[in-house]
């Protein structure tokens, strides 16, 4: 561990270990006695960025500070705590959270008790945290993904001793149960099956900021999952960075076919799960979903390249052959499935050749919607210490290339939606004309449409009249 007076900084080094030391299940949170009530009359907004992982991060920070009786604010301005939850995956996410913060020193200047805390992925990454503390003095908490549950103690210090208080572990981590919860969304709700990451892509860094791979205990998650379905909830997403490898951290196997065929039998309308990684991907999975009616026909299949060379530099353990075998089970197994992806463009010394490879692949599969990025190198990841000959002129282009030719595709399988009716799960009123609702379908396509008297989270049946490239319009019938 690195230190620095008082203070424990990440390490990588220490981030990168995985041993076969059995994980600790922590399921008491106490709130320390000084610290209760120590936000009676104050308040708190919260600024989440990057994945669903931080979204359901964010729930756990919101239901601490309610325990610890601050009241949730709209807004940052005005606010007496503000919490940024921070995503590195890429480095532009790491500039918009820098922009932010910078943009919160004037709230600072106005209001020198103002709490200003920096959480999350960006808080595990060695160099950037001496960037915030020496360049961003506003920031008065720095805590790390592994520190959310101290989160009462940290705020303590910091109000009441006038401390800076930085807590960022670089370990593998644990699993804690019974944290607090306020939950976002009053009919979809997240529910995390598993934490961290053992996969090591080359050009990720995700190993490195959440730790190693701990699947929580099947009976915790569908104790979650009823209480859920008592509480009127009408979707869940189970999420994980790599849902298929969900048990093959714990001693009796539990695997994620066994999981979600239980999850499913407790009936809440719609499942749905994210990530799926290809190289985990089982027949009995595919067998499960398609059985049931309320697991949702959609799923995300990171590509991230269709080039084997690249795939196997990007240590993603399968070829362009086995995942399209794999993409054609799906497609032939599943009635009505949608697929989405993630793909990477401009990984160090990709040619036009390789290239050429993931353009094909989205020829084939044709997908309903796709993430497409830039390689960014994030320091640390062995991707980043490669030599790369191929210019950011040359990586935009082939981003430009890519994102047309998925968006044509995806156009024209929404075309094929014109004339169906669909069962949506309504989000609610647009804010411009409240007999437009918009909501999704059970293939996560999102449809505007034209309504009366509907609440969010009601089901409705809507006639697809046209179709774009992100969205379907349609009416109630
Ligand atoms: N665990 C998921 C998986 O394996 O597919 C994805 C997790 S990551 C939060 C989401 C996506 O970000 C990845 O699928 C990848 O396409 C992209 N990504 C991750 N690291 C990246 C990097 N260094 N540069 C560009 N894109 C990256
Ligand atoms: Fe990152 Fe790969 Fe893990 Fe996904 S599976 S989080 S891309 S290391």
């Not at 600072?108 to 915030?132: F, S």
């Not at 520190?147 to 109000?159: G, T």
């Not at 890519?402 to 014109?418: F, G, P, R, V």
């Not at 996560?444 to 089901?459: P, S």
Request: with cysteine; proline share 4%; net charge negative.
């Amino acid at each position: 561990m690195k230190q620095k007076p008082g203070w424990v900084l990440p390490d990588l080094k220490e981030a990168q270990k995985r041993t076969a030391n059995t994980i600790d299940r922590i399921d008491t949170f106490t709130i320390p006695e000084a610290a209760r009530m120590m936000g009676r009359g104050k308040t708190y907004f919260i600024s989440t960025y990057g994945c669903q992982a931080n979204e359901r991060d964010s729930e756990t920070l919101a239901g601490i500070l309610d325990e610890l009786g601050f009241t949730p604010n709209e807004t940052a301005e005005g606010s007496d705590v503000i919490i940024i939850n921070t995503c590195a995956i890429r480095q532009n996410a790491e500039e918009k959270v820098l922009g932010e913060i910078g943009n919160f020193k004037r709230l600072y200047h106005e209001n020198k008790d103002l709490i200003i805390g920096v959480c999350g992925c960006m808080a595990q990454e060695e160099g950037l945290v001496e960037t915030l503390l020496t360049k961003y003095p506003q920031v008065r908490l720095l805590f790390g993904t592994h520190n959310i549950q101290e989160l009462p103690s940290m705020l303590y210090s910091c109000m009441f001793e006038g401390k800076k208080v930085v807590k960022i572990y670089s370990k593998e981590g644990e699993v804690y149960e019974n944290l607090p919860v306020h939950r976002f969304g009053t009919f979809k709700a997240w529910v995390n099956i598993m934490y961290g990451c053992d996969k090591f892509c080359t050009y990720c860094i995700v190993p490195y900021t959440r730790g190693k791979q701990r699947s929580r205990k099947m009976s915790e998650i569908l104790k979650e999952v009823q209480q859920l379905k008592d509480e009127g909830y009408k979707e869940i997403t189970l999420l994980g960075q790599n849902v298929n490898a969900y048990g093959k951290d714990m001693d009796n196997e539990q695997d994620f076919a066994t999981l979600l065929e239980e999850v499913a039998k407790i009936g809440i309308p719609r499942v749905r799960f994210t990530t799926s990684h290809p190289w985990d991907f089982s027949e009995q999975m595919i067998d499960i979903i398609a059985k049931y009616d309320n697991i949702m026909p959609f799923i995300h299949l990171p590509l991230q390249s269709g080039d084997d060379d690249v795939l196997k530099l990007m240590g993603r353990r399968y070829t362009k052959e086995s995942y399209l075998a794999l993409y054609d089970k799906i497609i032939n197994t599943i009635p009505n499935v949608a697929v989405s992806t993630d793909i990477i463009v401009g990984f160090p010394n990709e040619t036009d050749e390789q290239f050429e490879h993931t353009l094909d692949v989205v020829r084939y599969c044709k997908y309903d919607n796709a993430f497409t990025f830039i390689f960014s190198a994030r320091p640390g990841t062995p991707a980043s210490r490669m030599h790369d000959s191929i210019d950011m002129e040359t990586k935009r282009k082939r981003l430009a290339t890519l994102n047309k030719t998925w968006n044509d595709l995806a156009l024209e399988k929404n075309k094929a939606y014109i004339g169906r009716t669909v069962t949506v799960l309504v989000d609610g009123p647009s804010k411009k004309d409240e007999n437009v609702y918009s909501g999704y379908t059970d293939t996560q396509k999102l449809v505007n449409f034209k309504g009366e008297n509907l609440q969010a989270g009601d089901f409705v049946e809507v006639k697809i009249l046209d179709a774009k490239t992100f969205s379907l319009d349609g009416v109630a019938v």
